[in-house]
């Protein structure tokens, strides 16, 4: 695949020269070249990689850099430096440069600059806004993390935007089980790199499960999980919704309400907890819906999701609803087995039992979070649509 430059030289002569290096490059093209003078406001939407003749001590050229970086729509920026100084590769991270060169350059050295370039889907557009919604159990073991990701897993197969799941259980985190999948990094290495983060850095740092869904999983050592606050997770998400990579952030939050899970339920556009019908996590879930009355957290919207359901069980939903004085919006059915094999096999519901109730309910809560209803693979509601439409 072509990579496409554009090309804003100072003199002549450079301009010339950098020509040449981008022409035996294997992918590269040259589809502009001008001088930094007729440097546009907003680059040409064909260009891969503008490469610019630095020039010191020019505060307009930073501010163009600096603000062409921050835009995720824009291509990658290439330097070429009189002179490469610890000082200036310090700027030039600061400023969101993807690569810095000088005199002379080496094709080889060009060429693994070109190969370290995302590789990006261009079937893959940036979303219109990004929506965070926090999973949020009442205790430990009521299911969280598995509707968490078969959610998301869910949501992803939809094909109608990128998904990003966060573990935010930070100390004990199970994400990358339910998957199955070893990623190379976790968000420790978000937080160390984040001075130096852009959009291609940024999406190498997420284990890619399937070409819609993304993992950005909880540390690997307990030592780890200590230095993350809640300040560092703001950062975090606010950066990623700004850049507008994903149309979902589903977050899987730790059931203590440590500064980490507050910042994620602040910054939340939904919360849904959940809880099981025994007394404890019930018990909890009404000191959580209480708790998230008195933070007044605006227009977040919340609802109540009551896993490991059982018609004949002890409570009934009722009774459920009178002691959480809240109303349930899903019921996920009480099956061990099926959802045993799910989390033990690393493999989500809607990949290894689509057909299966309990992935029929949980189909329903992604196609909530869709604004509309996923179809079931039994096409089960289509009589219920074909009456709507007759009223």
């Known amino acids: 695949m072509a990579i496409r430059f554009s090309l804003y030289y100072h003199s002549k002569e450079n301009g010339e020269y950098l020509q040449k290096i981008i022409n ?107 929506r965070v919604v926090s999973f949020l159990g009442s205790k430990g073991g009521v299911g969280n993390t598995f509707i968490a990701t078969s ?28 998957f199955d999948v070893q990623p190379k990094y976790t968000v420790i290495d978000v937080i160390e790199n984040f001075e130096r983060l852009d959009k291609a850095y940024l999406q190498s740092l997420f284990h890619s499960y399937d070409k819609y869904l ?5 540390p690997s050592r307990l030592e780890e999980a200590e230095a993350v606050t809640g300040e560092h997770f703001e950062k975090i998400l606010r950066y990623l919704k700004n850049t507008r990579l994903f149309s979902w952030i589903l977050l899987d939050c730790c059931h203590q309400m440590d500064e980490v899970t507050l910042k994620a339920l602040e910054l939340s556009d939904d919360i849904l907890l959940v809880t099981n019908p025994g007394i404890p996590a019930l018990s909890n879930a009404k000191k959580l819906l209480e708790l998230l009355q008195l933070l007044d957290l605006g227009g977040v919207r919340s609802e109540v999701i009551l896993n490991s359901w059982q018609k004949r069980g002890d409570l009934g939903e009722a009774e459920v609803v009178g002691f959480l004085g809240r109303e349930i919006s899903s019921k996920i059915t009480f099956d061990p087995p099926q959802v045993g094999r799910c989390i033990n096999e690393g493999r989500p519901m809607g990949e290894m039992a689509p057909r299966h109730a309990v992935c029929q309910e949980l189909k329903a809560i992604a196609g909530r979070l869709l604004g509309d209803e996923v179809k079931s693979a039994a096409s089960s509601l289509k009589w219920i649509r074909r009456l709507v439409g007759k009223s």
């Not at 290439?78 to 310090?90: A, C, G, K, Q, Y």
């Not at 949501?155 to 199970?174: F, I």
Request: glycine share 4%; hydrophobic share 45%.
């Open 151 to 178: 959610v998301a897993h869910l949501l992803a197969q939809e094909r109608k935007g990128q998904v990003l799941l966060v573990d935010l259980d930070l100390r004990y985190g199970q994400v990358i089980y339910f």
């Open 24 to 130: 035996t490059s294997r992918q590269g093209m040259l589809v502009d070249t001008q001088s930094l003078a007729n440097l546009p406001a907003r680059v040409n939407s064909g260009t891969d990689v503008v490469f610019l003749e630095y020039q010191e001590d020019d505060a307009k050229l930073d501010r163009w850099i600096e603000k062409t970086a921050a835009d995720p729509k824009s291509p990658s920026i290439f330097l070429f430096l009189h002179e490469i100084t610890t000082n200036s590769l310090w700027k030039a991270l600061r400023l969101g440069v993807k690569e810095c060169f000088s005199f002379p350059i080496r094709v080889e050295e060009f060429q693994e600059a070109i190969d370290r370039l995302p590789t990006l889907d261009a079937s893959l557009e940036v979303a219109e806004t990004t």
């Open 214 to 218: 993304s993992i950005l999983p909880a």
